[in-house]
């Protein structure tokens, strides 16, 4: 009788013990259950503040004019500054409206039939980017005079001006262009979370502004011209339009001074035979006229060169030592085309 007493105690505590397990089990899944429900319900917070803060973000980058706060990924994008239209495409940026006439023909922009077309910068049809109501506007360059216009007709959306001063009063051309290229793309870097895309870029036009410093002996003369419309005109040290301000980067010796020299996009008029008088060691070309689409009957800088006698006894030409620039290079002035232009004077200056 002792026994079976002892027995029913001892299955009794066991089933106890195991009802005890049993409720322990229970709660702590419950537990487990709102704790992860807490979790999730957390990381979503998280992120929808994430989401929140990213929308409102903005940052400050300067302009011409001064600093600007500018909104993160903002939608509505109108892009006027042709050193601007290749590192958007790059990145994948969406344009609302752009100059269309000005983007190079491998640009995607150039067949983006969404991209409402402003035209060029002579007779712009600027009411188009009120109609695209943008919430940034990119101005530099050509449309550089337009800024005070575009501001007045877009007053809620922010208007930017990435001009760089390489104009006949810039003391200093040439840092104005390096200095200048690396605030663009730093600040689209900025404006469209591609911080380490714009980082990547600017150290590559850093090694090939070296390279380029390296490859000049110091005292060979060079001749840069621009050849449109079948003509060879002069694009003078300093300020004349892209070959100018390397002058002030590279340190070279111009093999040609002129008075009251332009910065415009022909250069200065002077004959072929004054260019041939100055026997220069290298000549530098800009093919205008390959840039623009319109021209398809243009002569090619490349055979107008060739076809001048006056030039054929120069060192330059009889040394083959004549370096021309991207063929888009008149309307894709931008980081990317003088990265190339100066890993291709590099190359050339170094043999």
Request: charged share 25%; proline share 4%; net charge negative.
């Given at each position: 009788?002792?026994?079976?007493?002892?027995?029913?105690?001892?299955?009794?505590?066991?089933?106890?013990?195991?009802?005890?397990?049993?409720?322990?089990?229970?709660?702590?899944?419950?537990?487990?259950?709102?704790?992860?429900?807490?979790?999730?319900?957390?990381?979503?917070?998280?992120?929808?503040?994430?989401?929140?803060?990213?929308?409102?973000?903005?940052?400050?980058?300067?302009?011409?004019?001064?600093?600007?706060?500018?909104?993160?990924?903002?939608?509505?994008?109108?892009?006027?500054?042709?050193?601007?239209?290749?590192?958007?495409?790059?990145?994948?940026?969406?344009?609302?409206?752009?100059?269309?006439?000005?983007?190079?023909?491998?640009?995607?922009?150039?067949?983006?039939?969404?991209?409402?077309?402003?035209?060029?910068?002579?007779?712009?049809?600027?009411?188009?980017?009120?109609?695209?109501?943008?919430?940034?506007?990119?101005?530099?360059?050509?449309?550089?005079?337009?800024?005070?216009?575009?501001?007045?007709?877009?007053?809620?959306?922010?208007?930017?001006?990435?001009?760089?001063d390489v104009s006949e009063e810039a003391e200093t051309p040439?840092?104005?262009?390096?200095?200048?290229?690396?605030?663009?793309?730093?600040?689209?870097?900025?404006?469209?979370?591609?911080?380490?895309?714009?980082?990547?870029?600017?150290?590559?036009?850093?090694?090939?502004?070296?390279?380029?410093?390296?490859?000049?002996?110091?005292?060979?003369?060079?001749?840069?011209?621009?050849?449109?419309?079948?003509?060879?005109?002069?694009?003078?040290?300093?300020?004349?339009?892209?070959?100018?301000?390397?002058?002030?980067?590279?340190?070279?010796?111009?093999?040609?001074?002129?008075?009251?020299?332009?910065?415009?996009?022909?250069?200065?008029?002077?004959?072929?035979?004054?260019?041939?008088?100055?026997?220069?060691?290298?000549?530098?070309?800009?093919?205008?006229?390959?840039?623009?689409?319109?021209?398809?009957?243009?002569?090619?800088?490349?055979?107008?060169?060739?076809?001048?006698?006056?030039?054929?006894?120069?060192?330059?030409?009889?040394?083959?030592?004549?370096?021309?620039?991207?063929?888009?290079?008149?309307?894709?002035?931008?980081?990317?085309?003088?990265?190339?232009?100066?890993?291709?004077?590099?190359?050339?200056?170094?043999?």
């Amino acid at each position: 009788m002792g026994k079976s007493k002892y027995i029913n105690s001892s299955f009794i505590v066991l089933i106890f013990a195991i009802l005890v397990l049993f409720l322990a089990a229970c709660s702590g899944s419950s537990d487990d259950a709102e704790n992860a429900e807490d979790t999730a319900n957390n990381s979503a917070g998280t992120e929808e503040k994430e989401d929140e803060s990213t929308e409102d973000a903005t940052i400050e980058i300067t302009d011409a004019h001064g600093t600007v706060a500018v909104p993160v990924n903002p939608q509505n994008v109108v892009a006027l500054d042709n050193r601007t239209f290749e590192t958007l495409a790059d990145w994948g940026i969406e344009l609302a409206a752009a100059p269309v006439d000005l983007i190079p023909e491998d640009n995607p922009y150039k067949n983006d039939d969404s991209i409402q077309n402003i035209g060029n910068h002579r007779e712009p049809n600027l009411e188009i980017i009120a109609a695209v109501d943008p919430e940034l506007v990119i101005v530099g360059q050509r449309f550089a005079s337009y800024y005070e216009d575009i501001k007045a007709l877009v007053p809620n959306a922010v208007v930017i001006d990435l001009n760089i001063d390489v104009s006949e009063e810039a003391e200093t051309p040439g840092d104005n262009l390096v200095n200048g290229f690396k605030d663009i793309t730093t600040s689209l870097g900025q404006i469209f979370d591609k911080n380490e895309e714009a980082e990547a870029l600017i150290a590559e036009f850093d090694q090939s502004i070296e390279e380029a410093k390296a490859a000049y002996n110091g005292t060979d003369r060079i001749m840069s011209v621009i050849v449109s419309g079948g003509d060879i005109n002069f694009a003078a040290p300093q300020t004349g339009r892209v070959w100018g301000p390397l002058y002030d980067i590279f340190g070279w010796t111009s093999a040609l001074e002129i008075d009251q020299a332009s910065a415009d996009h022909q250069g200065d008029d002077i004959s072929v035979e004054a260019i041939a008088e100055t026997d220069p060691d290298w000549i530098f070309v800009m093919d205008r006229d390959a840039a623009v689409s319109s021209e398809t009957d243009a002569v090619p800088a490349r055979d107008v060169i060739d076809g001048a006698p006056a030039l054929q006894n120069t060192t330059a030409v009889k040394e083959g030592q004549i370096v021309y620039a991207p063929a888009d290079t008149y309307t894709n002035e931008s980081i990317q085309t003088f990265t190339e232009l100066f890993n291709d004077l590099a190359e050339a200056l170094a043999e």
